[in-house]
Protein backbone atom coordinates (compact mmCIF):
# COMPACT_ATOMS: atom_id res chain seq x y z
CA UNK A 1 0.00 0.00 0.00
CA UNK A 2 1.19 3.34 -0.39
CA UNK A 3 -0.35 6.61 0.31
CA UNK A 4 -0.26 9.51 -2.57
CA UNK A 5 -0.05 12.78 -2.94
CA UNK A 6 0.47 13.67 1.01
CA UNK A 7 0.30 16.92 1.81
CA UNK A 8 1.59 18.69 -1.33
CA UNK A 9 0.60 21.75 -2.66
CA UNK A 10 -0.49 22.59 -6.27
CA UNK A 11 2.48 25.07 -6.56
CA UNK A 12 4.64 21.93 -5.11
CA UNK A 13 3.21 19.53 -7.91
CA UNK A 14 3.75 21.82 -10.33
CA UNK A 15 7.44 22.61 -9.31
CA UNK A 16 8.12 19.62 -9.58
CA UNK A 17 7.03 18.55 -12.87
CA UNK A 18 8.57 21.27 -14.60
CA UNK A 19 12.08 20.56 -13.12
CA UNK A 20 11.19 16.75 -14.59
CA UNK A 21 9.24 17.63 -17.36
CA UNK A 22 12.71 17.68 -19.51
CA UNK A 23 13.51 14.21 -18.45
CA UNK A 24 9.79 12.99 -18.90
CA UNK A 25 9.87 14.32 -22.53
CA UNK A 26 13.54 12.69 -23.35
CA UNK A 27 11.98 9.34 -21.42
CA UNK A 28 9.05 9.20 -23.64
CA UNK A 29 11.04 10.15 -27.29
CA UNK A 30 13.51 7.50 -26.40
CA UNK A 31 11.02 5.16 -25.85
CA UNK A 32 9.45 5.75 -28.71
CA UNK A 33 12.74 5.49 -30.85
CA UNK A 34 13.25 2.12 -29.44
CA UNK A 35 9.53 0.55 -30.17
CA UNK A 36 10.70 2.21 -33.91
CA UNK A 37 13.88 0.48 -34.37
CA UNK A 38 11.82 -3.26 -32.70
CA UNK A 39 9.85 -2.51 -35.48
CA UNK A 40 11.57 -2.25 -38.52
CA UNK A 41 13.65 -5.17 -36.87
CA UNK A 42 9.98 -7.42 -37.05
CA UNK A 43 9.34 -6.46 -40.78
CA UNK A 44 13.08 -7.60 -42.05
CA UNK A 45 12.96 -10.67 -43.64
CA UNK A 46 15.65 -11.94 -40.88
CA UNK A 47 15.71 -10.20 -37.57
CA UNK A 48 18.54 -7.50 -36.77
CA UNK A 49 20.44 -8.25 -33.08
CA UNK A 50 21.74 -4.77 -33.46
CA UNK A 51 17.97 -3.32 -34.05
CA UNK A 52 17.00 -5.42 -31.40
CA UNK A 53 19.56 -4.75 -28.93
CA UNK A 54 19.38 -1.36 -29.71
CA UNK A 55 15.75 -1.04 -29.41
CA UNK A 56 15.98 -2.65 -25.88
CA UNK A 57 19.00 -0.26 -24.59
CA UNK A 58 16.15 2.68 -25.96
CA UNK A 59 13.53 1.75 -24.26
CA UNK A 60 15.20 0.97 -20.73
CA UNK A 61 16.81 4.31 -20.50
CA UNK A 62 13.34 5.86 -21.88
CA UNK A 63 11.73 4.29 -18.91
CA UNK A 64 14.58 4.76 -16.27
CA UNK A 65 13.97 8.62 -17.09
CA UNK A 66 10.27 7.89 -16.09
CA UNK A 67 10.73 5.79 -13.14
CA UNK A 68 13.23 7.84 -11.49
CA UNK A 69 11.26 11.14 -12.27
CA UNK A 70 10.48 13.02 -8.77
CA UNK A 71 7.22 13.29 -9.41
CA UNK A 72 6.38 9.68 -9.81
CA UNK A 73 8.21 8.94 -6.80
CA UNK A 74 5.85 11.25 -4.65
CA UNK A 75 3.35 9.60 -6.13
CA UNK A 76 4.48 6.10 -5.04
CA UNK A 77 5.15 7.20 -1.56
CA UNK A 78 4.65 4.39 0.69
CA UNK A 79 5.22 1.79 -1.70
CA UNK A 80 7.46 -0.89 -1.37
CA UNK A 81 8.14 -2.20 -4.76
CA UNK A 82 9.32 1.57 -6.36
CA UNK A 83 11.96 1.88 -4.56
CA UNK A 84 13.34 -1.15 -5.64
CA UNK A 85 12.13 -1.14 -9.16
CA UNK A 86 13.45 2.77 -9.32
CA UNK A 87 17.33 1.76 -8.17
CA UNK A 88 16.77 -2.15 -9.98
CA UNK A 89 16.90 -0.52 -13.38
CA UNK A 90 19.87 1.08 -12.82
CA UNK A 91 21.67 -2.06 -13.22
CA UNK A 92 19.88 -3.60 -16.15
CA UNK A 93 19.97 -0.63 -18.72
CA UNK A 94 23.86 -0.98 -18.74
CA UNK A 95 23.40 -4.76 -20.01
CA UNK A 96 21.32 -4.21 -23.57
CA UNK A 97 23.49 -1.15 -23.96
CA UNK A 98 26.50 -3.75 -23.85
CA UNK A 99 24.86 -6.12 -26.28
CA UNK A 100 24.04 -3.38 -28.53
CA UNK A 101 27.54 -1.85 -28.86
CA UNK A 102 29.00 -5.64 -29.01
CA UNK A 103 26.53 -6.52 -31.83
CA UNK A 104 27.27 -3.25 -33.59
CA UNK A 105 31.20 -4.03 -33.68
CA UNK A 106 32.00 -1.36 -31.48
CA UNK A 107 33.93 -3.40 -28.47
CA UNK A 108 37.25 -5.48 -29.36
CA UNK A 109 37.86 -8.46 -27.65
CA UNK A 110 38.90 -7.40 -24.35
CA UNK A 111 36.04 -5.08 -24.14
CA UNK A 112 33.85 -7.94 -24.83
CA UNK A 113 35.19 -9.83 -22.36
CA UNK A 114 35.59 -7.17 -19.52
CA UNK A 115 31.26 -6.32 -20.72
CA UNK A 116 30.42 -9.93 -20.30
CA UNK A 117 32.24 -9.97 -16.67
CA UNK A 118 30.51 -6.80 -16.15
CA UNK A 119 27.09 -8.26 -17.59
CA UNK A 120 27.11 -10.21 -15.02
CA UNK A 121 28.20 -8.51 -11.76
CA UNK A 122 24.94 -5.92 -12.75
CA UNK A 123 22.60 -8.36 -13.27
CA UNK A 124 23.46 -10.26 -9.80
CA UNK A 125 22.75 -6.61 -8.45
CA UNK A 126 19.58 -6.07 -10.24
CA UNK A 127 18.36 -9.51 -8.84
CA UNK A 128 19.63 -8.81 -5.15
CA UNK A 129 17.59 -5.01 -5.13
CA UNK A 130 14.58 -6.42 -6.66
CA UNK A 131 14.45 -9.49 -3.92
CA UNK A 132 15.67 -7.44 -0.87
CA UNK A 133 15.58 -3.57 -1.69
CA UNK A 134 18.24 -0.83 -2.67
CA UNK A 135 21.60 -0.26 -0.99
CA UNK A 136 23.75 2.40 -1.45
CA UNK A 137 26.56 0.13 -1.67
CA UNK A 138 24.87 -1.16 -4.59
CA UNK A 139 24.90 1.53 -6.34
CA UNK A 140 28.99 2.48 -5.70
CA UNK A 141 29.57 -1.11 -6.95
CA UNK A 142 27.21 -0.19 -10.30
CA UNK A 143 28.99 3.23 -10.82
CA UNK A 144 32.26 1.41 -10.64
CA UNK A 145 31.18 -1.09 -13.21
CA UNK A 146 30.17 1.37 -15.39
CA UNK A 147 33.38 3.47 -15.08
CA UNK A 148 35.00 0.77 -15.63
CA UNK A 149 32.86 -0.45 -19.00
CA UNK A 150 32.60 2.86 -20.73
CA UNK A 151 36.47 3.21 -20.41
CA UNK A 152 36.92 -0.25 -22.35
CA UNK A 153 34.49 0.88 -24.96
CA UNK A 154 36.10 4.04 -25.74
CA UNK A 155 40.06 3.53 -25.21
CA UNK A 156 40.06 1.06 -27.85
CA UNK A 157 37.61 3.17 -30.36
CA UNK A 158 40.46 5.97 -30.80
CA UNK A 159 42.33 3.77 -33.08
CA UNK A 160 40.80 2.43 -36.53
CA UNK A 161 38.00 3.45 -38.60
CA UNK A 162 40.06 6.52 -39.61
CA UNK A 163 38.62 6.34 -43.10
CA UNK A 164 34.53 5.30 -42.30
CA UNK A 165 32.75 8.63 -41.68
CA UNK A 166 29.53 6.56 -40.42
CA UNK A 167 32.29 5.31 -37.73
CA UNK A 168 33.83 8.47 -36.87
CA UNK A 169 30.25 10.62 -36.95
CA UNK A 170 29.01 7.39 -34.32
CA UNK A 171 32.02 7.66 -32.35
CA UNK A 172 31.96 11.31 -31.41
CA UNK A 173 27.98 10.84 -30.24
CA UNK A 174 29.58 8.08 -28.35
CA UNK A 175 31.90 9.52 -26.87
CA UNK A 176 30.07 12.54 -25.99
CA UNK A 177 27.70 10.02 -24.23
CA UNK A 178 30.62 8.74 -22.56
CA UNK A 179 31.56 11.84 -21.24
CA UNK A 180 28.44 13.10 -19.66
CA UNK A 181 27.77 9.66 -18.53
CA UNK A 182 30.93 9.52 -16.69
CA UNK A 183 30.46 13.17 -15.22
CA UNK A 184 27.23 11.57 -13.72
CA UNK A 185 28.61 8.20 -12.46
CA UNK A 186 31.88 10.08 -10.70
CA UNK A 187 30.18 13.01 -9.36
CA UNK A 188 27.11 10.98 -8.34
CA UNK A 189 27.95 10.36 -5.01
CA UNK A 190 28.72 14.69 -4.74
CA UNK A 191 26.80 15.91 -7.02
CA UNK A 192 23.25 17.35 -6.31
CA UNK A 193 22.84 19.09 -9.43
CA UNK A 194 20.98 17.92 -12.84
CA UNK A 195 22.13 14.90 -14.49
CA UNK A 196 23.37 15.49 -18.04
CA UNK A 197 23.61 11.90 -19.18
CA UNK A 198 20.52 11.80 -20.95
CA UNK A 199 21.79 14.88 -23.21
CA UNK A 200 24.50 12.81 -23.61
CA UNK A 201 22.12 10.05 -25.09
CA UNK A 202 20.38 12.82 -27.68
CA UNK A 203 23.77 13.23 -28.87
CA UNK A 204 24.60 9.14 -29.40
CA UNK A 205 20.89 8.91 -30.99
CA UNK A 206 21.58 12.11 -32.71
CA UNK A 207 24.63 10.57 -34.44
CA UNK A 208 23.26 7.24 -35.09
CA UNK A 209 20.20 8.85 -36.95
CA UNK A 210 22.76 10.82 -38.90
CA UNK A 211 24.40 8.14 -40.20
CA UNK A 212 21.28 6.08 -40.67
CA UNK A 213 20.01 8.60 -42.82
CA UNK A 214 23.09 9.13 -44.81
CA UNK A 215 23.62 5.15 -45.56
CA UNK A 216 19.14 5.77 -46.68
CA UNK A 217 20.14 8.04 -48.92
CA UNK A 218 23.15 6.62 -50.13
CA UNK A 219 20.97 2.98 -50.94
CA UNK A 220 18.09 5.42 -52.60
CA UNK A 221 20.82 5.99 -55.17
CA UNK A 222 22.24 3.24 -55.26
CA UNK A 223 18.51 1.85 -56.12
CA UNK A 224 17.82 4.37 -58.14
CA UNK A 225 21.22 3.93 -60.39
CA UNK A 226 20.53 -0.32 -60.43
CA UNK A 227 16.68 0.85 -61.77
CA UNK A 228 18.54 2.40 -64.81
CA UNK A 229 20.39 -0.22 -65.36
CA UNK A 230 18.09 -2.93 -65.26
CA UNK A 231 15.79 -0.97 -67.71
CA UNK A 232 18.78 -0.80 -69.81
CA UNK A 233 19.10 -4.44 -69.60
CA UNK A 234 15.56 -4.76 -70.09
CA UNK A 235 15.63 -3.29 -73.08
CA UNK A 236 18.64 -4.59 -74.41
CA UNK A 237 17.12 -8.47 -73.72
CA UNK A 238 13.99 -7.15 -75.53
CA UNK A 239 16.10 -6.25 -78.69
CA UNK A 240 17.25 -10.01 -79.08
CA UNK A 241 13.74 -11.56 -78.79
CA UNK A 242 12.36 -11.70 -82.92
CA UNK A 243 9.69 -9.17 -84.08
CA UNK A 244 6.34 -10.21 -85.13
CA UNK A 245 6.52 -13.45 -87.23
CA UNK A 246 6.69 -12.31 -90.91
CA UNK A 247 3.45 -12.71 -92.83
CA UNK A 248 3.16 -16.46 -94.53
CA UNK A 249 -0.13 -17.86 -95.89
CA UNK A 250 0.96 -21.26 -94.63
CA UNK A 251 1.44 -20.26 -90.90
CA UNK A 252 -0.13 -17.68 -88.33
CA UNK A 253 2.58 -17.59 -85.52
CA UNK A 254 1.54 -15.57 -81.89
CA UNK A 255 4.11 -14.64 -78.99
CA UNK A 256 3.52 -13.51 -75.25
CA UNK A 257 6.56 -13.01 -72.74
CA UNK A 258 6.12 -11.67 -69.77
CA UNK A 259 8.66 -11.83 -67.02
CA UNK A 260 8.79 -12.08 -63.66
CA UNK A 261 11.26 -9.36 -63.16
CA UNK A 262 12.27 -6.54 -65.16
CA UNK A 263 14.92 -9.28 -66.69
CA UNK A 264 14.39 -12.78 -67.43
CA UNK A 265 15.66 -16.08 -68.29
CA UNK A 266 12.98 -17.30 -70.83
CA UNK A 267 13.54 -17.20 -74.33
CA UNK A 268 11.98 -17.85 -78.01
CA UNK A 269 13.45 -17.31 -81.60
CA UNK A 270 11.90 -17.75 -85.02
CA UNK A 271 14.88 -19.73 -86.38
CA UNK A 272 13.08 -20.10 -90.17
CA UNK A 273 10.06 -18.09 -91.29
CA UNK A 274 8.98 -18.19 -94.94
CA UNK A 275 6.06 -18.85 -97.00
CA UNK A 276 7.08 -22.85 -96.74
CA UNK A 277 8.52 -23.52 -93.56
CA UNK A 278 8.37 -22.47 -89.89
CA UNK A 279 10.93 -23.04 -86.80
CA UNK A 280 10.26 -22.12 -83.20
CA UNK A 281 12.41 -22.06 -80.90
CA UNK A 282 11.82 -21.95 -77.13
CA UNK A 283 13.82 -22.14 -74.02
CA UNK A 284 14.06 -21.56 -70.29
CA UNK A 285 17.29 -20.73 -68.34
CA UNK A 286 17.31 -22.06 -64.61
CA UNK A 287 17.16 -19.02 -62.16
CA UNK A 288 15.58 -16.06 -62.50
CA UNK A 289 17.23 -11.99 -62.81
CA UNK A 290 20.46 -10.83 -64.22
CA UNK A 291 22.05 -14.28 -64.22
CA UNK A 292 19.67 -16.20 -66.38
CA UNK A 293 19.15 -13.12 -68.69
CA UNK A 294 22.33 -13.08 -69.32
CA UNK A 295 22.44 -16.68 -69.84
CA UNK A 296 19.43 -16.39 -72.30
CA UNK A 297 21.47 -13.78 -74.66
CA UNK A 298 24.09 -16.64 -74.75
CA UNK A 299 21.11 -18.91 -75.90
CA UNK A 300 20.41 -16.88 -78.59
CA UNK A 301 24.02 -16.87 -80.31
CA UNK A 302 23.80 -20.48 -79.85
CA UNK A 303 20.98 -20.82 -81.48
CA UNK A 304 21.86 -18.22 -84.48
CA UNK A 305 25.30 -20.43 -85.10
CA UNK A 306 22.78 -23.57 -85.58
CA UNK A 307 20.08 -22.30 -88.56
CA UNK A 308 21.68 -24.10 -90.96
CA UNK A 309 20.42 -26.98 -88.97
CA UNK A 310 17.10 -25.38 -88.89
CA UNK A 311 15.05 -28.40 -90.59
CA UNK A 312 16.93 -31.06 -88.10
CA UNK A 313 15.45 -30.45 -84.81
CA UNK A 314 17.63 -33.14 -82.95
CA UNK A 315 21.10 -31.58 -84.87
CA UNK A 316 19.98 -27.89 -83.57
CA UNK A 317 19.79 -29.01 -79.95
CA UNK A 318 23.22 -31.25 -80.58
CA UNK A 319 24.94 -28.11 -81.69
CA UNK A 320 23.64 -25.67 -79.06
CA UNK A 321 24.32 -27.58 -76.08
CA UNK A 322 28.03 -28.39 -77.16
CA UNK A 323 28.20 -24.44 -77.89
CA UNK A 324 26.78 -23.97 -73.92
CA UNK A 325 28.14 -26.16 -72.03
CA UNK A 326 30.94 -25.63 -69.66
CA UNK A 327 30.01 -21.96 -70.44
CA UNK A 328 26.73 -21.13 -67.86
CA UNK A 329 28.45 -21.37 -64.78
CA UNK A 330 26.16 -24.11 -64.04
CA UNK A 331 22.83 -22.69 -64.98
CA UNK A 332 20.92 -25.11 -67.10
CA UNK A 333 18.55 -24.40 -70.39
CA UNK A 334 15.63 -26.45 -71.15
CA UNK A 335 14.20 -26.00 -74.60
CA UNK A 336 12.16 -27.07 -77.60
CA UNK A 337 12.43 -27.06 -81.17
CA UNK A 338 9.89 -27.20 -83.92
CA UNK A 339 9.96 -27.77 -87.34
CA UNK A 340 7.07 -27.41 -89.52
CA UNK A 341 7.18 -27.91 -93.58
CA UNK A 342 4.40 -27.02 -95.48
CA UNK A 343 5.57 -28.66 -98.63
CA UNK A 344 6.04 -32.01 -97.10
CA UNK A 345 3.34 -31.61 -94.67
CA UNK A 346 5.02 -32.72 -91.68
CA UNK A 347 5.97 -31.51 -88.65
CA UNK A 348 9.85 -32.27 -86.67
CA UNK A 349 10.06 -31.92 -82.99
CA UNK A 350 12.78 -32.21 -80.66
CA UNK A 351 13.25 -31.31 -76.65
CA UNK A 352 16.07 -30.96 -73.98
CA UNK A 353 13.89 -31.36 -70.94
CA UNK A 354 11.45 -29.08 -71.45
CA UNK A 355 7.80 -29.58 -71.23
CA UNK A 356 5.56 -31.49 -73.75
CA UNK A 357 4.54 -29.35 -76.97
CA UNK A 358 0.80 -29.21 -76.82
CA UNK A 359 -1.37 -29.99 -80.57
CA UNK A 360 -4.68 -29.13 -81.13
CA UNK A 361 -6.23 -30.80 -83.99
CA UNK A 362 -10.09 -31.23 -84.70
CA UNK A 363 -11.33 -30.36 -81.25
CA UNK A 364 -8.62 -32.60 -79.38
CA UNK A 365 -5.22 -31.81 -77.61
CA UNK A 366 -2.62 -34.05 -77.85
CA UNK A 367 1.21 -34.10 -76.27
CA UNK A 368 4.07 -34.11 -78.63
CA UNK A 369 7.13 -35.23 -76.55
CA UNK A 370 10.43 -36.17 -77.32
CA UNK A 371 12.89 -35.29 -74.86
CA UNK A 372 16.59 -35.74 -73.94
CA UNK A 373 18.59 -34.33 -71.39
CA UNK A 374 18.79 -30.08 -70.31
CA UNK A 375 21.01 -28.30 -72.56
CA UNK A 376 24.66 -27.01 -71.06
CA UNK A 377 24.30 -29.66 -68.50
CA UNK A 378 26.16 -32.72 -69.70
CA UNK A 379 28.89 -33.25 -72.83
CA UNK A 380 27.51 -36.27 -73.92
CA UNK A 381 24.09 -35.54 -74.05
CA UNK A 382 22.18 -36.46 -77.57
CA UNK A 383 18.35 -35.45 -79.01
CA UNK A 384 15.91 -37.36 -81.24
CA UNK A 385 13.74 -36.26 -83.39
CA UNK A 386 9.73 -36.88 -83.68
CA UNK A 387 8.27 -36.78 -87.12
CA UNK A 388 4.63 -36.44 -87.61
CA UNK A 389 1.99 -35.33 -90.30
CA UNK A 390 0.73 -31.68 -90.50
CA UNK A 391 -2.47 -31.31 -91.33
CA UNK A 392 -4.45 -28.17 -92.55
CA UNK A 393 -6.16 -26.01 -88.83
CA UNK A 394 -3.81 -27.46 -86.72
CA UNK A 395 -2.86 -25.53 -83.59
CA UNK A 396 0.75 -25.84 -81.68
CA UNK A 397 1.54 -24.68 -78.02
CA UNK A 398 4.94 -24.21 -77.42
CA UNK A 399 5.46 -22.86 -73.29
CA UNK A 400 7.50 -22.72 -70.84
CA UNK A 401 6.91 -24.72 -67.27
CA UNK A 402 6.15 -21.21 -65.11
CA UNK A 403 2.54 -21.84 -67.80
CA UNK A 404 2.20 -24.82 -65.84
CA UNK A 405 3.67 -24.39 -62.56
CA UNK A 406 1.67 -20.78 -61.53
CA UNK A 407 0.04 -22.10 -57.62
CA UNK A 408 -2.89 -20.28 -56.29
CA UNK A 409 -3.62 -19.49 -53.04
CA UNK A 410 -3.90 -23.58 -51.50
CA UNK A 411 -0.84 -23.99 -53.51
CA UNK A 412 -2.40 -26.28 -56.99
CA UNK A 413 -0.60 -26.23 -59.94
CA UNK A 414 -2.33 -24.42 -63.38
CA UNK A 415 -1.38 -27.46 -64.67
CA UNK A 416 -1.01 -29.64 -68.45
CA UNK A 417 -5.01 -30.31 -68.22
CA UNK A 418 -6.04 -27.16 -67.38
CA UNK A 419 -3.98 -26.03 -70.24
CA UNK A 420 -4.78 -28.66 -72.64
CA UNK A 421 -8.56 -27.09 -72.37
CA UNK A 422 -7.95 -23.93 -72.72
CA UNK A 423 -6.13 -24.28 -75.50
CA UNK A 424 -9.61 -26.05 -76.96
CA UNK A 425 -11.15 -23.17 -76.04
CA UNK A 426 -9.47 -20.79 -78.36
CA UNK A 427 -9.97 -23.07 -81.14
CA UNK A 428 -11.87 -20.22 -82.53
CA UNK A 429 -9.68 -17.24 -82.21
CA UNK A 430 -7.09 -16.04 -83.89
CA UNK A 431 -3.31 -16.79 -82.04
CA UNK A 432 -2.81 -13.48 -80.79
CA UNK A 433 -5.97 -13.79 -78.98
CA UNK A 434 -5.20 -17.31 -77.96
CA UNK A 435 -1.64 -16.53 -76.57
CA UNK A 436 -3.74 -13.59 -74.35
CA UNK A 437 -6.15 -15.63 -73.02
CA UNK A 438 -3.66 -18.16 -71.51
CA UNK A 439 -1.62 -15.56 -70.50
CA UNK A 440 -4.34 -13.69 -68.84
CA UNK A 441 -5.83 -16.89 -67.48
CA UNK A 442 -3.00 -18.32 -65.48
CA UNK A 443 -2.06 -14.81 -64.09
CA UNK A 444 -6.23 -14.93 -62.88
CA UNK A 445 -5.10 -18.39 -61.19
CA UNK A 446 -1.87 -17.30 -59.61
CA UNK A 447 -1.65 -15.89 -55.80
CA UNK A 448 1.70 -14.45 -57.54
CA UNK A 449 3.87 -14.44 -60.37
CA UNK A 450 7.08 -16.75 -59.56
CA UNK A 451 8.40 -17.84 -62.85
CA UNK A 452 8.48 -16.07 -66.46
CA UNK A 453 5.72 -16.64 -68.62
CA UNK A 454 6.39 -17.38 -72.36
CA UNK A 455 3.66 -19.29 -74.97
CA UNK A 456 3.97 -19.91 -78.44
CA UNK A 457 0.76 -19.95 -80.90
CA UNK A 458 1.34 -21.18 -84.19
CA UNK A 459 -1.66 -21.96 -86.80
CA UNK A 460 -0.89 -24.42 -89.82
CA UNK A 461 -3.22 -22.78 -92.48
CA UNK A 462 -2.47 -25.27 -95.51
CA UNK A 463 -0.03 -25.30 -97.90
CA UNK A 464 0.53 -21.82 -99.66
Known sequence: MYAPWPELTAEQVLRTFRNDAPYLFLGAAFVAVGLIAAAFSLIRRKPDAVLNYFALFSVFYGLRLWIQATLLGLAMQGSVFYPRLASGINYIVPIPAFLFFNAAGLLHRQGKIVGYVLGIILGTLAVMTFAFGPSPKYLLINNAVVIVALLAMVVPSFGGGAGNRDFQMIRRGLLIFVAFALFDNVSGPFWRGPRIEPYGFVAFLAALGYVAARQTLEREQQLNDIRKELEVARRIQLSILPGKFPDSASFRVAARYVPMTSVAGDFYDFIVADERQAGLLIA?????????????????????????????????????????????????????????????????????????????????????????????????????????????????????????????RSGEFFGQEALGALLCQTSGVAPTDAADRIISAVEQWAVSQDDDLTVLVCDYVGAA
Open 284 to 408: DVSGHGVPAALIASMVKLAANAQRASAADPSGLLSGMNAALFGNTQNQFVTAAYVHLDSEAGELRYSAAGHPPMLLLREGEVRQVEENGLMLAAFDFATYSTAAQRLEAGDRLLLYTDGIVEAAN
